[in-house]
């Protein structure tokens, strides 16, 4: 059994370590970012962190019980000033049994709650338009294992998870509208959002060993369903939202939908070993598919014509995924002592059908908008009335997401819709230098094809009947588009000349309909890794490594209709990966490939006298990510109001931030009385009080363009103790 009690306070924080060098210098005459004040930097102001757990026999040889309870408050400070507070709790049991000498089984719950007071708080969104979270997650596994001799036994396996959160704005619900500055900046009010995300899952998993002459195997199979579900109510405050950089209101209607995806998946692997050599060879079968339930969502009053309420029938999806992919692992020990390890494998893995895709063909699961130019806010507050539109809620200038004749949708998947593959290749070599020491080497090789692209269906005004479920409608082609040089400037002071391309006169995409299929672009990977662990002997370890890694596009230009290069660059050929990161806050960080390190060590300081202490170190650093600045076209020929953030420079990759290296420092000692042991920590995080920019605002079309909106937190100190007793 034992417990802990972690503390870090705001009080034994440092000053930020940013230099006001980093500071935004100001483009297109904007003025130069403020020094910050320390109370505005992003930082942590409290941590808290208790628990305990406790475990033992209750029937001896046959009923044991473990149980465990902790809680942790978490108070940070965003860009800006404004309160990011966390409070996590978490409890759980699990019960194993020895039903009888050959069967045990085991039953475990798990429960977690994630409350949040200001998720999505940054430079980018003001206090009234962050959300607070709520809702837990209850987890149920029952596992039973029988043994029908020595060479075979079977285990089954069955979960529950029962996800989902709540996220409710600070400006109210109901509240002022939404409104977006013209900075573009979110104000007053924020979207209320609902989710329940179920899932089950059955397992069955065997194991059979036996001998084929020399030729020993372990023959491991099994099978497996699970089912996954999303439900979610989303709802804009008075229905709408208010973009001023454009003029535009938008009127949106409530949303609900269920959405749901079926698992189906067999595997067989047989692992082989004779003399040196070990072979892993098997292959996996994947079945995947979905659909979406029954949903209805209120009409807005007052707009009855044209946001009418909405009965939607639940159907299958028209697409399912189906997926063989084979494995196969060489591993073969050289010298009789086998001090060095030669491995080589190869994986072919399927992308999981995620259950957006599963109900892309129902207008359930996305607003629907009505945009509107004409109107004023005459009574000054904040919200547009009915009678504050000119000409009346039929005066509209286009809808969004679905038709507003018929209230269906034309998304559609091509024929051949099937899931992305990866293949992946990964060498390796590993080799003992004495029997505490070890250093490996491993070259990964990954590629990745079939992508999903989303076109847009556009009419072409003739009418013909294209196949696409609608007249004159297909998918966008490059004659669809015709283009506008802008120059853009960068924050290097240099002026750059971009394309913004928008569809021609007589193309339309109003009703923003979409098909998915699988495209040619590909993702090739190469990446390199050097390891090294100093297993603990003679009063020290140490372990690291330090990683290489390239990751670009293969997009070949005659596969680009849409003409546009978007902020990501995911469709310049031969530019870089970069993947936007999620969560509250974190929505303009893009994590990028290259190369990175992590070494960590601990010494023991007398470990045999009584005031004998240990003391570790953490060493992290790697290569800044790569910031591609964007410049966001909220009006392009023939695409009035359309927004797009298209990429400011020529590459992604044109722009990096700076390099990381975090130290982090932990002194601890352990009392025994007893039965009874006290562990006492005290650590320091960013002991060197980095002040990496970690974030900058990338929109460069605003007055903050290029401002600094989050650094490294400054050091801290935490003080812990961790009791424990037998």
């Known amino acids: 059994a034992g417990g802990r009690y972690i503390k870090g306070d705001g009080d034994w924080q440092s000053n930020s370590g940013l230099s006001n060098s980093d500071l935004g210098n100001g483009i297109d005459g904007n003025p130069p970012q403020e020094p910050f004040e320390d109370d505005d930097l992003n930082q942590i102001n ?152 179920p899932s089950e899952q059955y397992k069955l998993d065997g194991n059979y060993f036996f001998n084929t002459g020399t030729l020993s195997h372990e023959l491991k199979f099994g099978a497996g369903y699970r089912e996954a579900s999303v439900s979610a109510t989303s709802s804009f405050s008075a229905h709408q939202y208010w973009a001023e950089p454009w003029g535009l209101l938008a009127m949106a209607s409530d949303t609900y939908a269920e959405t749901y995806a079926e698992y189906t998946s067999a595997y067989l692997q047989d692992t082989m070993t004779f003399g040196n050599m070990t072979i892993n060879a098997g292959l996996r079968y994947d079945e995947q598919t979905g659909g979406v339930e029954d949903a209805f969502t209120e009409g807005v009053p007052g707009f009855e014509n044209i946001l009418p309420d909405q009965t939607v029938l639940g159907s299958p999806a028209d697409f399912t995924w189906e997926d063989i992919s084979p494995r196969l692992g060489l591993t073969y020990a050289l010298g009789e002592d086998r001090s060095t390890l030669l491995r080589a494998s190869y994986a072919r893995f399927a992308e999981q059908l995620r259950t957006g895709y599963t109900g892309l063909h129902s207008t359930a699961g996305g ?44 998304n559609q998947s091509s024929n051949n819709f099937s899931a992305p593959i990866t293949d992946e290749i990964i060498l390796g070599v590993e080799h003992a230098l004495m029997p505490e020491l070890v250093i490996g080497f491993n070259v990964t090789i990954r590629n990745r094809s079939d992508m999903v692209e989303v076109d847009r269906l556009v009419d072409d005004g003739t009418g013909t009947d294209y196949g696409f479920g609608g007249a004159g409608y297909r998918p966008e082609q490059r004659s669809d588009f015709e283009c506008t040089p802008v120059n853009v400037t960068l924050p290097n002071g240099t002026v750059n000349t971009i394309q913004e391309c928008g569809l021609r006169s007589g193309i339309s995409d109003s009703n923003n309909y979409d098909l998915y299929r699988n495209g040619a672009r590909e993702q090739d990977y190469l990446g390199w890794t050097l390891t090294f662990n100093k297993r603990l002997s003679n009063r020290w370890m140490l372990r690291g490594n330090f990683s290489m890694a390239d990751w670009e596009w293969n997009s070949p230009e005659s596969v680009r209709q849409d003409p546009n290069i978007y902020k990501s660059g995911a469709n310049i050929d031969g530019g870089t990966v970069l993947q936007a990161s999620g969560g509250s806050g974190k929505a303009e ?135 424990s007793f037998n």
């Open 46 to 197: 409290s941590i808290q962190d208790w628990g305990a757990d406790v475990g033992g026999p209750i029937v001896k040889d046959r009923l044991w019980i473990w149980a465990n309870y902790g809680e942790q408050n978490i108070e940070l400070i965003a860009a800006g000033g404004a309160p990011d507070d966390t409070d996590l709790e978490t409890y759980g049991a699990k019960l194993n049994a020895q039903i009888v000498a050959a069967n045990s089984a085991t039953l475990f719950y798990n429960y977690g709650d994630k409350l949040k007071f200001g998720r999505g708080a940054g430079a980018t969104r003001e206090p009234d338009t962050t959300w607070n979270q709520t809702g837990p997650t209850d987890i149920y596994k029952i596992e039973d294992t029988h043994i029908f001799g020595s060479s075979f036994f079977l285990t089954g396996m069955w979960s529950q998870v029962g996800g989902g959160f709540e996220l409710t704005p600070q400006g109210g619900d109901p509240g002022p509208a939404i409104r977006l500055s013209p900075d573009f900046i979110w104000q007053q009010n924020y979207w209320h959002h609902t989710t329940d995300r």
């Open 589 to 723: 960080i893009y994590l990028s490939p290259g190369w990175s390190y992590s070494i960590t060590g601990m010494y023991q300081i007398a470990p045999d006298k009584a005031w004998g202490f240990n003391v570790s170190a953490a060493l992290n650093g790697r290569e800044g990510y790569y910031l591609p600045y964007d410049f966001n076209a909220g009006t392009l020929p023939g695409v009035v109001g359309r927004n797009q953030r298209l990429l400011a420079s020529d590459k992604a990759d044109d722009f990096q931030l700076d390099d990381s290296h975090m130290m982090d420092l932990r002194v601890e000692k352990e009392v025994n009385i007893s039965d009874f042991a006290l562990t006492f920590g005290v650590e320091v995080f960013n002991a060197l009080n980095d002040g990496t920019v970690l974030q900058r605002r990338g929109q460069l079309n605003t007055a903050s363009a290029d401002y600094v909106t989050e650094v490294t937190s400054p050091r801290v100190f935490r003080g812990s103790v961790r009791f």
């Open 367 to 410: 607003y629907r908008y009505v945009y509107y130019y004409d109107f004023q806010d005459t009574n000054g507050d904040g919200t547009i009335q009915v009678d504050e539109i000119n000409g009346g809620p039929d005066n509209y200038a286009y809808t969004n997401g679905f038709d507003s004749g018929t209230g269906g949708t034309l």
